[in-house]
C-alpha cells in the first residue's frame, strides 16, 4: 500500500528542476566513459562517502532496495577478482576499490521476477554509481558477473558466503588518462 501511495504523490506535481543543474546533468551523462586504467592516487573518504550516497538513492523496483555492496580494497583481493570476474580479466586489479553488487533473493517474491529484478536493480545502482564518479572526476567501469563454472565455488567461499546473487562489480579509481570517447549511435537509431 505504501507503494501505492507512493505512485500517487510522484504525478502529483512537484517543481521543475532547475536550469543549470538540467545543464550539468546532461554534461555529466555526456562525460561518462568506461575507465579501466587507472592511476596511484587515492580516492578520498569524502568521495567514497559520495558514491556510496548515489548507491543509497538508487532507484529499484517497488523500492526493493535489494542491492547489497561488498567494497573490495586490499590488494590481494583485487588480483583474485581480476582473474575470476571473466570481464574484468587483466585490469580489474589495478581499480583502487571494487563494489561487489549483490542481490537479497528475498525481497524478490515471484518466480517471474527472480530471473531478472536484481539485475535491473543492479543496473540501476551501477549508473548512479557511473555519474558520481563522472561528477567526480573518478573513473568507473562496470563488469558482468559472468563468473566460470570452476572458479563459482572460489569466489562464492571468499567472496559471498551469505550466498547471495552476485549481479556485478564497479571498479573505481582516479585516473591520468581518460579513456577513449566510446562511438554512440545517431539519435535516429534509438527508436524501434
Excluded at 564497479?170 to 579513456?179: E, P, R
Aim: hydrophobic share 40%.
Amino acid at each position: 500500500m505504501e507503494h501505492q501511495a507512493r505512485k500517487r504523490e510522484s504525478i502529483s506535481g512537484k517543481p521543475q528542476m532547475d536550469a543549470e543543474v538540467r545543464c550539468a546533468l546532461f554534461g555529466i551523462l555526456r562525460a561518462r566513459k568506461s575507465q579501466r586504467i587507472f592511476s596511484e592516487a587515492e580516492i578520498t573518504e569524502v568521495e567514497l562517502n559520495q558514491i556510496y550516497e548515489a548507491i543509497r538513492l538508487s532507484p529499484s523496483s517497488c523500492n526493493r532496495q535489494a542491492i547489497l555492496v561488498k567494497p573490495v580494497t586490499e590488494e590481494r583481493e583485487k588480483a583474485e577478482l581480476d582473474c575470476l570476474l571473466v570481464g574484468g580479466k587483466n585490469w580489474l586489479g589495478g581499480a583502487q576499490i571494487i563494489l561487489l553488487l549483490f542481490a537479497d533473493m528475498l525481497a524478490y517474491k515471484s518466480p517471474a521476477e527472480r530471473d531478472f529484478m536484481p539485475y535491473l536493480d543492479a543496473g540501476f545502482v551501477g549508473e548512479n554509481v557511473y555519474l558520481a564518479a563522472t561528477a567526480l572526476n573518478i573513473g568507473a567501469c562496470f563488469v558482468n558477473p559472468n563468473i566460470r563454472k570452476e572458479d563459482r565455488g572460489q569466489f562464492d567461499r571468499q567472496f559471498n558466503p551469505r550466498g547471495l546473487q552476485f549481479c556485478g562489480a564497479m571498479a573505481l579509481g582516479k585516473y591520468t588518462v581518460s579513456a577513449p570517447e566510446s562511438p554512440k549511435r545517431k539519435l535516429e537509431r534509438i527508436f524501434y
